[in-house]
Structure formats: C-alpha cells, structure tokens
C-alpha cells in the first residue's frame, strides 16, 4: 500500500521499546537522520518494558500515525510482538514495519508468525528506511526494488530482497 502523501504532511513515527529509562535507543534516531528530506514527520517515541501497554498502545494511537516503524532487540522483542499484535486491531490500515537484530535474521519467519506486520528491515537500515519513506510518499521505488527488506504482497505471500 503506498500512501498518496504529495498534497499532505506524513506522520511516520520510529518506535523504541527500551529496556530503562536511562537507555536510549541509538538506531531510531540514525534512520530518522539519515532520511533528512522526511526528518520533519518523522518521529520517535521511545518507551521502556516497564511502561504499561496500554499506555503506550494510547500514546502510538493518538500520535496518528500513517506509517508505524519498530526497533526490535532480544529485550524487547517479545514486547514489541504484542504491541504489534494490539496495535493492527486498532490501526487496521496501517503499515507496520520491524527492523533490528533480533528480526533481521529469520525476517520471512517474523512475517509468518507476525501477519500483523507489512514487512521486516534488515541489514544497514539507513538507506532501506530512506527508501520506504520515498515509496511511501509516492516518490520513489515500489517495494519489490528496495534492497534490504522483507515484506508481504497482495495475495500475503512473502518476497524477501
């Protein structure tokens, strides 16, 4: 799904679930300054494992999102799993990547066990980031020509590039 954004601001939003409040995730804010023509609705909204879920299931929702990007780690991963889980039934529409170590590895996997997700970032995920948010804008490849992702097409079969 490309999201006709040529006429309208995007509200992308990089999500990191951290493990205490004194961490911060480094690589949310690396894409966000890496895609510089889209830094300005792209934003990051970083939580902790300790936070209630639905505190942060409200948070995502009234942020309104149009594209909804989680960073996934061994400590946050099976977190991360159940916010996704929650978050499709109140966001139905819309797309929800995943990207970090603990996905990169099995990403076709993440999306059989995960149909709640779009697709899977793996790799270096600067330039694959750049790229999504140009697809998404109606701008640049469509998703079968970005290196660097796993993702799920219309009939939910999986392609991996």
């Known amino acids: 799904m490309r999201i006709d954004a040529r006429c309208r601001h995007m ?4 999500v990191a679930i951290n493990a205490k409040y004194i961490h911060s995730n480094l ?24 936070q209630q879920m639905n505190d942060i ?6 942020k309104k999102p149009d594209v909804l ?13 159940t916010i996704v889980r929650e978050i499709r039934k109140l966001m139905p529409e819309v797309p929800i990547w995943v990207g970090g170590p603990e996905v990169s590895y099995d990403a076709e996997d ?6 709640e997700v779009t697709g899977v970032m793996f790799g270096e ?7 999504l948010m140009q697809h998404y804008h109606a701008e640049g490849k469509p998703l079968s020509e970005i290196h660097g992702i796993a ?8 392609y991996r590039n």
């Open 151 to 158: 993702y799920r097409g219309e009939q939910w079969e999986i």
């Open 11 to 14: 509200n992308t939003i990089l």
């Open 69 to 81: 990007c989680f960073s996934c780690y061994i400590w946050n991963l099976t977190y991360v799993e």
């Open 110 to 115: 993440v999306l059989v066990r995960l149909p």
């Open 57 to 62: 299931l409200m948070d995502l929702y009234k």
């Open 27 to 50: 690589a949310v804010y690396s894409l966000r300054a890496y895609a510089k023509p889209y830094r300005e609705e792209t934003l990051i909204a970083e939580y902790t494992i300790n």
């Open 125 to 131: 995920g600067e330039e694959t980031f750049w790229e």
